[in-house]
Antibody
């Protein structure tokens, strides 16, 4: 059974940092592009970042470029999102996702003083 | 990054069929067969219902089907059931190697 389990969310002050993790199981993690998607409270879905299988290419939505970094550890079947210089508008549920296998349950990030 | 266009709401009676459209451009929907559809119930994570235009993940009812013509993709739900009432989102891979999402469609089962 495919499972994607996010962790690392929480309450952080503006300007602070968080590192999200996604533990993958039930599929060959190293062969899939991985993606982070977020959903602000009461809003729609927004793509955040994606990464190729071997980590050679990374892509980001303009609003997080220079602040967020996507990374992965294939031997440990894990995906990460390092989030720096957080802003109130980054408040959202963050989902770890694949194009054809589905998404995790999400982790809530709240940026507030 | 682009956004796809979906109707804000659709409705149907139990047993009927409904179709939700998702319109993009040649840079996303029209350029790739990588269109997905998600169902989201209140307070829950999005659930993948259709991927690659018309493929269903294991466990998804065959009442859900997808198609694409040009720059517009469609999700059809046949034999509507009360539990189908939810928000539905489309997404597409894009020429920027990003994912574009639609704004979401609220399905009401009358």
């Amino acid at each position: 059974e495919v499972q994607l389990v996010e962790s690392g969310g929480g309450l952080v002050q503006p300007g602070g940092s968080l590192r999200l993790s996604c533990a993958a199981s039930g599929f060959t993690f190293s062969t899939y592009w991985m993606t982070w998607v977020r959903q602000a409270p009461g809003k729609g879905l927004e793509w955040v970042a994606s990464m190729k299988q071997d980590g050679s290419d990374k892509y980001y939505v303009d609003s997080v470029k220079g602040r967020f970094t996507i990374s992965r550890d294939n031997p440990k079947n894990s995906l990460f999102l390092q989030m720096n210089s957080l802003r109130a508008e980054d408040t959202a549920i963050y989902y770890c996702a694949t194009r054809i296998l589905g998404w995790g349950q999400g982790t809530l990030v709240t940026v507030s003083s | 990054q682009s956004a796809l266009t979906q109707p804000a709401s659709v409705s149907g009676s139990p047993g009927q069929s409904i179709t939700i459209s998702c319109t993009g451009t040649n840079s996303d929907v029209g350029g790739y067969n990588f269109v997905s559809w998600y169902q989201q119930h209140p307070g829950k994570a999005p659930k993948l219902m259709i991927y690659d235009v018309n493929s269903r993940p294991s466990g998804v009812s065959n009442r859900f089907s997808g198609s694409k013509s040009g720059n517009t993709a469609s999700l059809t739900i046949s034999g509507l059931q009360a539990e189908d009432e939810a928000d539905y989102y489309c997404s597409s891979f894009t020429t920027s190697s990003s994912w574009a999402f639609g704004g979401g469609t609220k399905l009401t089962v009358l």
